[in-house]
């Protein structure tokens, strides 16, 4: 069993930055696909970034040049570095990480961004 908890969050100004992590509790080194996602008030979870094993990321078009999604193997961690925040990306982000079948998620970080 895979623990995932996420960190980080927190209220913040519109122009602000923000840097989530995600910890897990087993070696990441052998993850597959590892993800942060997020669900605004009153909408469905959606993709934000992803990174893969050997480290190719993927980002949505709705934050493509503001968040940088990243992993460190030998701290079994994952991060998103969130610049530039707006008031639409006030969400509860999850953290997401598929290994040997599973899918495994954190219980999530709130990100509130103030006009």
């Known amino acids: 069993q895979v623990q995932l908890v996420e960190s980080g969050g927190g209220l913040v100004q519109a122009g602000g930055s923000l840097r989530l992590s995600c910890a897990a509790s087993?070696?990441?080194?052998?993850?597959?696909?590892m993800a942060w996602y997020r669900q605004p008030p009153g909408k469905q979870r959606e993709l934000v970034a992803a990174v893969a094993r050997g480290s190719t990321t993927d980002v949505a078009d709705n934050v493509k040049g503001r968040f940088t999604i990243s992993r460190d193997n030998a701290k079994n961690t994952m991060y998103l570095q969130m610049n530039s925040l707006k008031p639409e990306d006030t969400a509860v982000y999850y953290c997401n990480a598929k290994y040997l079948g599973g899918d495994y998620w954190g219980r999530g970080t709130q990100v509130t961004v103030s006009s």
């Open positions: 087993a070696s990441i080194f052998s993850f597959n696909d």
